[in-house]
């Protein structure tokens, strides 16, 4: 008898304490008129060939029908070639139908700056060959972690050639709320 009079108590008690808990703890699930939503960042840069000032270089052609894009460029806060540097694009994009949703269409910003240090990674799933690309970022590291949002791509230069053009890319960013981070 002692031992259904013990079991009982404690059921009790414990359902009575998560009911005051409940009742009484702040929670940080409801949501106020007071707190903004998740924090938003909105970037505006230019993807550019790196420019080697020592001598001219020779590109190669690109094919009409390339098996894999893999590029190696710069970010700058401006068109202008002259611009500050803020971090590099790199990226391996299979452009053949069947491939367009596997995990090596990846393109990586690298950021390393006073106001932004890490890396952002974009998925990209279409590619239209169009003048203008909407992306989807995935995620993120560093200022930049657990990022997710839109990445929208824009050719600048429509009279050079691809290898040699420059890009306008707007970045739309949603990042979780921080506070329910758990401490430890």
């Known amino acids: 008898m002692l031992p259904k009079i013990i079991f009982f108590t404690a059921a009790s008690l414990a359902t009575l304490a998560v009911i005051l ?12 008129a007071k707190s903004p939503t998740r924090p938003m960042l909105a970037l505006s ?17 690109v094919p009409p029908d390339p098996g894999a894009l893999i590029f190696h460029r710069i970010l700058t806060e401006a068109p202008e070639n002259t611009s500050r540097v803020v971090g590099k694009a790199q990226g391996f994009i ?3 139908e069947h491939f367009a949703h596997s995990g090596f269409n990846i393109i990586y910003f690298t950021f390393d700056t006073h106001e932004y240090s890490g890396s952002l990674s974009v998925q990209v799933k279409n590619i239209n060959h169009e003048n203008r690309d909407e992306l989807t970022v995935v995620g993120g590291t560093g200022s930049f972690a657990f990022a ?3 990445a929208i791509f ?8 691809d290898l040699n053009a420059t890009y306008h890319i707007k970045l739309k960013l949603k990042f ?8 430890g």
Do not use: C, E, W
Request: charged share 20%.
């Open 148 to 150: 997710r949002g839109r």
């Open 45 to 61: 840069l230019y993807i550019q060939q790196t420019q080697v000032a020592t001598r001219s270089v020779m590109y190669p052609k």
């Open 176 to 183: 979780p709320n921080r506070s329910r981070t758990i401490p």
């Open 154 to 161: 824009a050719k600048t230069d429509h009279h050079g050639s």
């Open 21 to 32: 808990l409940a009742l009484f703890s702040p929670s940080s699930h409801r949501k106020s």
């Open 94 to 96: 299979i452009p053949i």
